[in-house]
């Protein structure tokens, strides 16, 4: 016996959320619905084996939430969703030179890359003028800095 909706079949429902859930994820690009959709698409197979309509939401559900717990956070991961790279990203780690000293609360200048930034130290302790530091982080137009442990 076969469940449908008056004359339609019941993988058509699945089918329409697959298309329904793809749709949505195209728009939006926010790696949720497509979980929803996979589970969607192995329902249009699962539902063959004549389960009841209840028991294939629920199983629905369940394959949507694996996917959604485990597979979801893998795949922003590897795809860095979230996230915009810059090219000041690559300052982060760098050794830069200060040439105007930077005060207790001050801020002062650092040569870094050939390219003169204004810079704070990450403690607010003074770096004297000629001192190398390392970049630990940008913060707006500013590089906070570490002086180098010699």
């Not at 690009?29 to 209840?54: H, N, R």
């Not at 199983?59 to 956070?73: E, G, K, M, V, Y």
């Amino acid at each position: 016996m076969m469940f449908s909706f008056g004359t339609i079949p019941v993988q058509w429902l699945w089918v329409a959320l697959v298309i329904i859930f793809t749709a949505i994820e195209l728009l939006t690009l926010g790696l949720t619905t497509v979980w929803f959709a996979i589970a969607a698409l192995a329902m249009v197979f699962l539902s063959a084996l004549k389960i009841s309509l209840p028991v294939q939401v629920l199983i629905f559900l369940a394959i949507s939430a694996i996917l959604l717990f485990f597979t979801r956070p893998i795949a922003v991961k590897k795809l860095k969703l979230g996230k915009i790279k810059t090219n000041v990203d690559s300052l982060i780690g760098k050794h830069a030179l200060v040439i105007k000293e930077i005060g207790e609360f001050e801020k002062g200048e650092v040569k870094i890359s050939g390219q003169v930034w204004s810079a704070h130290a990450e403690d607010d302790s003074p770096i004297a003028e000629g001192t190398k530091c390392e970049v630990l982080r940008v913060e707006g137009v500013q590089l906070i800095v570490k002086p180098l442990s010699e």
